[in-house]
């Protein structure tokens, strides 16, 4: 279309470089130089765009064949996503520049490839109102991939493809202020491949003499306080996350601890209870053979009461016949005078004895009554002396005026004539 020829043939750098093109696509779709003269003949226009260009950055922990793998798989997804052709090419890093600058080129075709070569174009990422959606989604999908990539390989580096602003009100809120905080900056200055040269040469230079590294540019010095800040947040975001697990871990032996504690406490009671149960059935079993022995002594009296009961001299001499004799004969020979009569009383009273049958019971009984009734005599008695003694006060009142006359230590009459004879 220009008349221009171009040969990379020369261009060095290239680590692997092939096309991806759709289902059903004509063979010559995969000759790089014949592809992209179609694309050129195809278009009419002198500002006619005939490719786009998809840069990609590369994570630096992967190897050549995961590289391969990961920048395929992308170029695929274009190719399915809107039915072009993908030219792709992996550049190593600049011998001068950062080591870790692995990238692909992909370029695409902007007409959907068919069998019958090159036709219309894809609008869908010219147009204002879909371009940028369909761009923010492949920008979404590449970050997904190489995540996938880097978990595969046991990385725990992650790529995000959101701007720093909306990193942070996403990490806000999560509520991760620490991210925040780190997020809390403006990009990143690019240095470009001189300024990182020399930067990078001089950060040699300071490890070789073990000194401290020290920017030489002005670019170079805002690009290391960036990293130091953002290093030192890092490096308490790592602490937090330690204090974290260490929390979790404290209250997980906390929980642990208190379950055992309790599960033993449990125990305790249980077995406390148990000693409960066991004392309060020993009680019991004590109680049961007390009442055993308190039914078994009741029935020994029960059964030598009825002995007793029964007729016979073997019973009545069992029942202390003998002793009860000996106080008949001590109630028999008491002396004469007025209580002989009630004695003799007693004695008949008493003379039905052991022998005509009488119980133990019915002798106490009688026995009782007649030491009541002796001393109801008894009491009778002295009422009646006492009562002779006041009469005769009365009677002869003589007898008290002499003894009230008679001076003291003189002799009553009949005394002294008493003597005198």
Same mark, same amino acid.
């Given at each position: ?17 092939? #096309? ?32 786009? &260009?998809?840069?990609? =950055? ?17 170029? =695929? ?15 190593? %890093? ?9 990238? =692909? ?19 869908? /990422? ?5 371009? $940028? %959606? ?5 920008? &979404?999908?590449? +970050? ?24 942070? &009100? ?16 403006? +990009?990143?200055?690019?240095?470009? %491949? ?9 950060? /040699?230079? +300071?490890? @070789? ?9 002005? @670019? ?10 953002r290093s030192l947040l890092q490096e308490l975001g790592r602490v937090r996350d330690a204090l974290r697990e260490e929390i979790r871990e404290r209250a997980f032996l906390a929980r642990e601890t208190y ?5 033993? $406490? ?10 409960? @149960? +066991? ?21 020994? #009296? ?5 002995? /007793?009961?029964?007729?016979? %001299?073997?019973? =009545?001499?069992?029942a202390g016949a003998g002793s009860i004799e000996e106080r008949l004969a001590r109630l028999r020979g008491r002396g004469t005078g007025p209580g002989k009569e009630r004695t003799a009383e007693t004695a ?14 019915? #002798?106490?009984? @009688?026995? $009782?009554? #007649? ?51």
């Amino acid at each position: 279309r220009e008349g221009r020829v171009h040969d990379y043939q020369a261009k060095s750098g290239v680590e692997q470089s092939f #096309i991806v093109a759709p289902e059903g696509a004509p063979d010559w779709a995969q000759d790089r130089q014949a592809l992209w003269n179609a694309a050129e003949a195809r278009e009419t226009r002198s500002n006619s765009v005939t490719a786009r &260009e998809w840069e990609l =950055a590369l994570p630096a922990e992967l190897d050549a064949s995961e590289r391969r793998v990961l920048v395929a798989g992308f170029a =695929a997804e274009l190719v399915a996503r809107y039915g072009v052709a993908a030219d792709v090419a992996i550049h190593a %890093p600049h011998r001068e520049g950062d080591q870790r600058n692995w990238h =692909a080129h992909v370029l695409t075709t902007t007409r959907s490839l068919t069998a019958q070569g090159l036709t219309d174009k894809t609008r869908v /990422l010219d147009a204002k109102q879909t371009g $940028g %959606p369909e761009i923010e989604h492949m920008r &979404e999908r590449w +970050a997904e991939m190489q995540n996938h990539a880097l978990e595969r390989r046991g990385h725990t580096a992650r790529v995000d493809h959101r701007s720093l602003a909306a990193q942070r &009100e996403a990490a806000l809120a999560q509520g991760d202020e620490i991210r925040a905080e780190e997020l809390d900056r403006p +990009a990143e200055v690019k240095l470009g %491949p001189v300024v990182s040269a020399i930067e990078r040469r001089e950060a /040699l230079a +300071a490890e @070789r003499e073990d000194r401290a590294y020290l920017p030489l540019t002005e @670019r170079g010095a805002q690009v290391h306080e960036a990293r130091q800040a953002r290093s030192l947040l890092q490096e308490l975001g790592r602490v937090r996350d330690a204090l974290r697990e260490e929390i979790r871990e404290r209250a997980f032996l906390a929980r642990e601890t208190y379950t055992h504690a309790r599960e033993e $406490g449990a125990d305790r009671i249980r077995a406390g209870l148990a000693a409960l @149960r +066991a004392a309060a059935q020993r009680r019991e079993s004590g109680r049961e053979g007390i009442g055993r022995e308190h039914e078994e002594a009741r029935d020994s #009296i029960k059964d030598r009461l009825a002995r /007793l009961r029964e007729p016979g %001299p073997e019973r =009545a001499h069992e029942a202390g016949a003998g002793s009860i004799e000996e106080r008949l004969a001590r109630l028999r020979g008491r002396g004469t005078g007025p209580g002989k009569e009630r004695t003799a009383e007693t004695a008949k009273q008493l003379g039905a004895g052991p022998e005509q049958g009488q119980s133990l019971g019915d #002798i106490r009984e @009688r026995l $009782g009554r #007649i030491r009541e009734q002796e001393q109801s005599h008894t009491h009778e008695n002295i009422r009646e002396r006492l009562n002779t003694v006041l009469d005769t006060r009365t009677n002869h009142p003589a007898l008290d005026e002499g003894r009230e006359r008679a001076p003291y230590g003189a002799q009553d009459p009949d005394e002294r004539t008493q003597k005198e004879r």
